[in-house]
């Protein structure tokens, strides 16, 4: 790991705590929470304040993770807010904590001026003894003040503002102003800079969990599923009716397309789908070269074509899938029918613009691993694991390639492979449909529109469920 570690696409992108200050305030959050603290002088925190040094001197990476649920944090700036979350068990934690910070941005600004803030991200779960209470899982509140209480004390200074401004004599209450000058102390002016936190909370229905091998719960659905990245007769007694593993690769494509979570890249608006595939063809065949002692590091195009036509008899299927549905979008060529049976069936795939599309793109890269590029970007939880496995010469590719391509333009690159461009015309109403139209293998629902796609699968079938 040495390599991404110093190309800084592991562990990048931390918040350097270095000064004593900083430390002690570290400290006291860190003991307030967990009844810890840490003998270092610099270290580098994530945004929830995790720090892999402090993880390994405590000899705990769960220190303020404890059983991996009600993520414990501690901010000591608001930098932390674009810092990545490490370690991360549930795809949800760090959006939520964005979002806190950024929500809360000037208060949090004034009061890490002082001190630190601790916090925790509450649900009813406090363990993960069994799969099923996942399902327990539905609304995380974010609950935080600083190691001093000053929010309680800020609360505690404007209620008594308000009986000195309100209750006869209290002008001559000694005790009462006497109070207010302590507290003041320590909160400063809320009257002119109000402390205050905003009270948050999330609903949490549709996500992935590092838990019990890797789990994606589709709950918020017309037709909800669990999709298991191992053995799924372990939610054997699941509330949902539909469990798949990866291996239900049809199953898979038919809950995606009803629920109208994915597109074809070659349908896709406002994308260059010729150079996406042409991408994922590299990805490809550098995986299947990275072990004939070939360097591929610093290939320019034209020397991975060639590469390609050398070595033909060595690529895999979904090599050349993608090279047909490529010479379809580019030349004119004959279509070619990709069932969901077909190895490269998810690399032709990306999540539909919905609110679940960013899970949605993370279960597609574990579907279609080999594009290494996505899954790095969506499910960096998975791109370690594998990467510790792969020859030398695919680490040297992929580290190149991050580091020179995606890099140096992460949005533009983010944007190019999943953005949505706005529709040109206003959509239309929804037409009434035909009772057939309604009926689909859970029985009476509703479908989304159809997409207008060639691509083919066998859907879901009464078999697959429990």
């Known amino acids: 790991m040495h390599r991404l570690i110093q190309s800084g696409l592991m562990f990048g992108n931390l918040v350097h705590v270095a000064s004593p200050a900083l430390v002690e305030r570290y400290n006291r959050a860190l003991k307030s929470l967990t009844g810890k603290t840490t003998n270092l002088t610099d270290f580098y925190i994530d945004i929830s304040g995790y720090s892999p040094e402090v993880g390994h001197e405590l000899g705990d990476d769960l220190y303020l993770n404890h059983a991996g649920v009600n993520r414990q944090f501690i901010l000591l700036t608001t930098d932390q807010k674009t810092a990545p979350l490490l370690n991360a068990k549930f795809s949800s934690a760090r959006g939520i904590l964005r979002q806190f910070i950024e929500e809360n941005e000037s208060a949090l600004f004034a009061l890490t001026a002082r001190d630190a803030v601790a916090g925790e991200l509450v649900n009813s779960v406090y363990d993960m003894s069994s799969p099923a209470r996942l399902f327990d899982i539905r609304k995380i509140t974010v609950e935080a003040d600083t190691t001093n209480g000053a929010l309680g004390q800020a609360d505690e200074l404007a209620e008594k503002v308000d009986r000195f401004m309100t209750e006869e004599d209290a002008w001559f209450d000694d005790v009462l102003i006497a109070d207010m000058i ?11 800079n109000p402390i205050d936190l905003k009270q948050m909370s999330f609903e949490q229905r549709n996500y992935w969990t590092d838990h019990f091998g890797g789990v994606y719960l589709f709950q918020d659905l017309d037709l909800p599923a669990v999709i298991c990245a191992t053995d ?8 949902i009716e539909y469990v798949f593993d990866l291996s239900n690769r049809n199953r898979i494509a038919g809950f995606l397309e009803l629920n109208g979570l994915v597109e074809p890249i070659v349908k896709a608006r406002g994308i260059d789908a010729g150079a996406i ?8 065949l550098v995986d299947a070269l990275a072990g004939e002692g070939i360097d591929l590091a610093g290939r320019s195009p034209s020397e991975m074509r060639r590469l390609a036509r050398r070595y033909a008899s060595h690529l895999p299927r979904e090599f050349h899938t993608l090279n047909a549905l490529l010479n379809w979008a580019e ?7 990709i069932s969901s049976d077909d190895p490269a069936f998810f690399y032709t795939l990306r999540a539909a613009e919905n609110k679940d599309a960013d899970l949605v793109n993370m279960l597609l890269s574990e579907l279609a691993p080999k ?10 939880v998975l791109f370690y694991r594998h990467y510790a496995s792969w020859p030398d010469a695919k680490k040297d590719y992929v580290v190149d390639l991050l580091v020179n391509e995606y890099q140096v333009d992460k949005l533009g690159t983010r944007e190019a492979l999943f953005g949505h461009e706005a529709p040109m015309e206003e959509p239309e109403l929804a037409k009434p449909v035909d009772i057939v139209d309604r009926v689909g293998p859970w029985g009476a629902v509703r479908r ?5 796609t060639r691509n083919t699968h066998s859907g879901i079938r009464d078999q697959d469920r429990r």
């Open 182 to 192: 302590e507290l003041a102390d320590q909160t400063g002016n809320v009257l002119r």
């Open 232 to 239: 799924r007769t372990q939610f054997a007694d699941s509330p």
């Open 277 to 284: 595939l042409r991408q994922k063809m590299d990805f490809i």
């Open 331 to 337: 030349n004119g060529g004959p279509w070619p029918v």
């Open 371 to 380: 594009d290494i590029r996505q899954l790095f970007i969506c499910h960096k």
């Open 448 to 452: 989304r529109p159809a997409r207008r």
